[in-house]
């Protein structure tokens, strides 16, 4: 079955190190999303791409970047990290062919910042 | 400009009761609206989708939405709630014309006493 999976889904780090969240979706889609969920904030977009070689900034996308080499990945690195960026990240993906794509999810990666 | 408003935070039911979970929008031309549901520390998961197609959705689990147009409302109702249907909700909106942006509630934790 096609999957999107994140990895590490646990990391602790210290402020200042840069970190790098893993995804790797098999469902061949264009789209790919990265969220990040905190309390009080539901989620918020950070990065999309719609295709290889295509990033685009969210609404919370400061001290992130990605990068697009393939369609099956899209990897999201914090190059600095900071206390501020200690939260839930999710990535998904959904297709372009058609007007009633859904979101499908990753698990998660919770990052810890001290 | 979408908006989506999920109206309560927090709904507490009794095992065996309905579940109702509500969600306006606002939207400038015909959308593709999504409910997902995030058990704790899990992805989201969809449950339902409405694409222009008949008003009533039925989902996974027993659980319904209306896409109601002259209320721009999609509310999430269950007939009898599960001890496994606790989770947080979320309700989701993706533009018909642009269905690569999506756009999403703050969520409701639904709380299912015995």
């Known amino acids: 079955d096609a999957e999107i999976t994140q990895s590490p889904r646990h990391k602790i780090t210290e402020t200042g190190r840069q970190v790098t969240l893993a995804c790797h979706q098999t469902?061949?889609?264009?789209?790919m999303f990265w969220y990040r969920q905190d309390l009080g904030h539901g989620l918020r977009l950070i990065h999309y791409?719609?295709?290889?070689?295509?990033?685009n900034k969210g609404e919370v996308s400061d001290g992130y970047s990605v990068s697009r080499s393939n369609t099956e990945d899209l990897p999201l690195t914090l190059e600095s990290a900071a206390s501020s960026q200690t939260s839930v990240y999710f990535c998904a993906s959904s297709t372009s062919t058609e007007n009633t794509g859904e979101l499908f999810f990753g698990e998660g990666s919770r990052l810890t910042v001290l | 400009a979408q908006s989506v408003t999920q109206l309560d935070s927090h709904v507490s039911v009794s095992e065996g009761t309905p579940v109702l979970l509500r969600c306006n929008y606002s939207s400038s031309y015909s959308p593709s609206l999504f409910w997902y549901v995030q058990h704790p520390n899990k992805g989201l998961q969809l449950l339902l989708k409405y694409t222009s197609a008949a008003t009533l959705v039925k989902g996974i689990n027993g659980f319904e939405a209306e896409f109601k147009k002259s209320e721009t409302s999609f509310h999430l109702t269950k007939p009898s709630a599960h001890m496994s249907d606790a989770a947080e909700y979320f309700c989701v909106v993706s533009e018909a014309y642009n269905f690569n942006k999506f756009y999403f509630g703050s969520g409701t934790k639904l709380n299912v006493k015995p």
């Open positions: 791409s719609y295709g290889v070689q295509d990033t």
């Open positions: 469902w061949n889609h264009n789209n």
